[in-house]
């Protein structure tokens, strides 16, 4: 371990900038994946900075509740004592609501940026602690064979018969709901298709000679691991990652919307679950989310899709 | 004179050493390396016997799947195991047994005393680093130079090479590099801790003829100026004759045939190395047809009993097909396997 925590100096920078100018130039041809990388790439922004403009999406304002969004408007009918009679008012979105207001008068496109920012937090995080558990005991496997495979395989079948939202529910139902538990969770439980998918990489690149020259020149397993092997799993370790955030951002919304989510904080799950029961009359709480959900799940597979391209040597593009 | 210790300052012991040793640096004895299958066991390796001397080139020579790999494996512990085991025999280098001595040691004299390059440089060099890097990862490995110093013997090792622009050639991925290049920078690569000892695996087979060729003056000039220890695995004969001072010729996991590589082409001894020396075309000779070997190598889970060769051997005796052959000695230099050869059958 020290050996190959002991990283070698290189003449080159670890970062080949040609090479990765090459593979970007490829993702660049498929116009659908730099949509995708736009949008993701608009929601970080949002969610990084969004929170210093918005307004505070737990403020409620009881008198600016049921707002529709700037450019729609609702009917109101409003029963008068008096005389006895509905009279019907026409309620316009407001601009200082441009995407309108929750039942609670809470605003929407400040809790939709908190949504983002949750979303995006929760699936890089919880998607970084799979890939890299998947990426280790993938390599792992491969690279050891015999029983250390064997077991290994056999706990990632196991880990993999598990019905995993279940457990998910089950975890956060005993620990409490906190963000820090949905991301360890999802992060802990999700690494078994990277686990077989890198493996099973690996195994190819175990039998291939720059690994034995390696080992015949006096590097160690760790060097070997580490050095020669990860290197070369690694564009398919970043597609994997990119094809299983959608995954779990959904799997975020899901726990929130049924109620699990963390409570102190507005993500799009929490956000659909209070919309849903106003959909008769504020279609908008939960068509917002929606819409975020879609666009953020479908951008990351238009990515996942450009950089799988990118990174094949013999797709033609 | 572990590996491990070695100073410049002992080399005077060393050379003493080597003196008593009959400057011997590494002697292969009795090496049986076996694969458990599901189809059976594999005799890749049964039963080889070699001593390496200091500055000679020993070619191992054989047919295809004959074992000469494996037994290049087997000298720095590098078949896959399981399914690979060395069940038999001692790989004697620096009066250290390396077919049972622990790993450590085992990666110490990998690439610092013994050094392998492999036949396929193409997939030997690792496609994701610049070949400048991965030799800097061999001087790293072993340890003891800075960066820069480090940096300027990766340069100096691909100009022994003969790679032109050198500098360049260090920031060059291995794609970028043609086959003869990629070869000769492997050999660069394990050049890189100046080992005693290198392991040639069949390094000019991926390579055309004005690289190869390269390649043996490379190899020469190796064993001249640092007076290396070659072990070069080859089936070319005429190979052989270019770069060998001494060959064994290996069949069936066996070694059959030790002799100088003079006397393996003009007085072959053993029925399957005069086999082998027909089969090279002769120009002066107008023949339609080359000659060969009848019969197929053996199937190494299915050896035949007594000597391997019995069943292609034209000068088969009974005795061959139940009794294995020992090794005698023809001459001071020359050794065979083979009962026509035994004290007392002879004739």
Redesign the interface.
């Given at each position: 371990m020290t050996?190959a925590t002991k990283a070698?100096?290189?003449?080159?920078s670890g970062f080949n900038s040609r090479l990765a100018g090459y593979y970007w130039e490829r993702l660049k041809k498929n116009r659908l994946s730099l949509v995708g990388l736009g949008f993701i790439a608009l929601l970080a922004l949002l969610g990084i900075f969004g929170p210093l403009f918005a307004q505070d999406p737990q403020h409620t304002d009881f008198n600016v509740k049921n707002l529709p969004p700037l450019g729609f408007s609702i009917q109101e009918s409003i029963y008068d004592i008096k005389t006895d009679s509905f009279t019907t008012t026409t309620l316009p979105g407001r601009p200082d609501h441009p995407l309108g207001t929750d039942s609670k008068g809470r605003d929407m496109l400040a809790m939709l940026i908190s949504g983002s920012r949750i979303s995006l937090l929760v699936g890089l995080l919880a998607t970084g602690i799979a890939i890299f558990l998947g990426t280790l005991i993938g390599v792992l496997a491969a690279y050891a064979?015999?029983w250390v495979d064997n077991v290994l395989m056999r706990f990632t079948d196991i880990m993999m018969t598990f019905p995993f939202f279940l457990l998910l529910v089950l975890i956060v139902f005993i620990l409490g709901p906190s963000l820090t538990i949905i991301v360890a969770v999802i992060g802990l439980t999700g690494w078994t298709g990277a686990a077989r998918l890198i493996r099973s990489e690996a195994l190819s690149l175990r039998t291939?000679?720059?690994i034995?020259?390696?080992?015949?020149?006096?590097?160690?397993d760790s060097?070997v691991i580490f050095?020669?092997m990860i290197?070369?799993v690694?564009s398919l370790v970043i597609i994997m990652a990119t094809l299983s955030i959608p995954g779990v951002i959904m799997a975020e919304a899901a726990l929130s919307f049924i109620g699990m989510g963390d409570p102190m904080s507005t993500s799009w799950g929490t956000i659909l679950n209070t919309g849903q029961h106003t959909m008769d009359t504020a279609w908008w709480v939960a068509v917002e989310p929606g819409i975020m959900l879609f666009l953020t799940v479908l951008s990351f597979n238009f990515l996942g899709d450009g950089l799988r391209d990118a990174f094949d040597p013999h797709s033609i593009i | 004179m572990t590996p491990s210790t070695r100073t410049p300052s002992s080399e005077a012991d060393n050379d003493y050493n080597l003196n008593v040793m009959n400057d011997t640096v590494l002697e292969v004895s009795g090496l049986k390396t076996w694969f458990y299958t599901r189809r059976g066991i594999v005799k890749a390796v049964n039963g080889v016997d070699f001593a390496l001397k200091k500055g000679e080139c020993l070619c191992l020579v054989g047919e295809s799947g004959c074992g000469k790999s494996v037994t290049a494996l087997s000298i720095l512990r590098l078949f896959d195991s399981p399914p690979g085991k060395i069940v038999e025999g001692r790989v004697l280098y620096g009066g250290v047994d390396l077919a049972t001595c622990p790993t450590a040691y085992l990666r110490q004299v990998r690439g610092k005393d013994i050094a392998m390059v492999f036949q396929n440089a193409q997939s030997a060099l690792n496609p994701v680093f610049t070949v400048g890097d991965q030799i800097l990862e061999q001087i790293n490995t072993h340890g003891g130079l800075s960066h820069s110093e480090a940096v300027s013997k990766a340069k100096s090792l691909l100009e022994e090479m003969r790679i032109p622009e050198a500098e360049r050639a260090l920031r060059m991925y291995p794609h970028q590099m043609s086959g003869g290049m990629k070869q000769r920078a492997m050999i660069a690569m394990s050049l890189s801790c100046d080992p005693t000892i290198l392991i040639a695996d069949e390094p000019t087979t991926a390579v055309d003829v004005t690289i190869r060729a390269q390649i043996i003056s490379i190899l020469h000039e190796l064993k001249a100026r640092r007076n290396m220890s070659i072990i070069f695995i080859t089936h070319d004969l005429s190979l052989v004759s270019e770069i060998g001072d001494r060959a064994a010729v290996v069949y069936a996991g066996k070694v059959v045939e030790v002799a100088p590589v003079e006397t393996i082409l003009k007085k072959p001894a053993h029925p399957y190395t005069v086999g082998l020396i027909s089969c090279l075309p002769d120009i002066s000779t107008d023949a339609e047809r080359l000659p060969s070997i009848p019969g197929s190598a053996p199937n190494p889970i299915d050896v035949p009993a007594g000597c391997p060769f019995h069943p292609r051997c034209p000068k088969v005796m009974d005795i061959c097909r139940t009794v294995e052959p020992e090794f005698c000695q023809l001459s001071p230099v020359q050794a065979t396997a083979c009962h026509l050869y035994d004290t007392g059958v002879k004739g």
């Open positions: 050996e070698p100096r290189r003449i080159s064979g015999g291939r000679d720059f034995t020259a390696s080992k015949a020149l006096g590097a160690s060097r050095n020669h290197p070369n690694i | -």
